[in-house]
């Protein structure tokens, strides 16, 4: 079963906005972890934030975390046509596993 | 260059042929797991390994198996491939586990007629 569940599903947004995806989780976990995927191709590593922090920079990223509310948002400012991808959040699972969620696809358009 | 790197990228065979995907890491990283992506479902693990000779079930197990007989490899087995194994692969690796960033391959594409 997957642990984290992005949302939304799709966002289409217009080249210079700001796009925002949100994660949800439902055990306690130790960091929590987004990816970027370009279609088909092999998942990039962007931020890990740890349950004692609440917010992380990355350039343009910005990830939250909210443990209280089983929660993390990113966010794209300024996006770019090259920011369309599917962004997934992953977290740990009951073991030495790891759980990721089905992904936010993002559109940008130039 | 740092990198994991999968073999084949593209596979067309028949139920039941016996097949191997290789996985190999340069990073001497300890973590190397598979998952399978398939539409609407993200990624799920098949398969992960915490270090040599040390492996573990992960959400997908049924009808693949793993070796980690060396650090750098953890290649995936499927004994008798099935149509619900068309799927796409992707072999990832870390340097301490699941709380690290997860070096993904490229992929394998793999279709069971």
């Known amino acids: 079963s997957q642990q984290g569940e992005e949302d939304p599903q799709a966002l289409s947004i217009q080249e210079g906005e700001n796009a925002t995806m949100n994660c949800s989780y439902k055990?306690?976990?130790?960091?929590l972890q987004w990816y970027r995927q370009n279609s088909g191709r092999g998942l990039v590593h962007l931020i890990l934030i740890r349950s004692n922090e609440r917010e992380k920079h990355s350039g343009r990223l910005r990830v939250t975390l909210d443990t209280s509310k089983k929660s993390s948002s990113l966010l794209i400012t300024a996006s770019r046509a090259a920011d369309t991808a599917s962004y997934f959040c992953a977290t740990e699972g009951g073991r030495n596993d790891m759980r990721f969620g089905a992904g936010t696809r993002l559109t940008v358009k130039p | 260059e740092a990198q994991v790197t999968q073999n084949p990228r593209y596979l067309i065979t028949v139920t039941g042929k016996k097949l191997t995907v290789t996985c190999s890491q340069n990073m001497n990283h300890e973590y190397m797991s598979w998952y399978r992506q398939d539409p609407g479902l993200g990624l799920r693990q098949i398969y992960y390994s915490m270090n040599v000779e040390v492996t573990d079930k992960g959400d997908v197990p049924e009808g693949y198996k793993v070796s980690r007989k060396e650090k750098r490899n953890f290649p995936l087995i499927l004994e008798s491939p099935s149509p619900n194994q068309t799927s796409l692969y992707f072999c990832?690796?870390?340097?301490?586990?699941?709380?690290?960033?997860?070096?993904f391959g490229p992929g394998t594409r793999l279709t069971v007629t």
């Open positions: 055990t306690s976990i130790n960091n």
């Open positions: 990832a690796s870390s340097y301490g586990g699941r709380h690290y960033e997860q070096y």
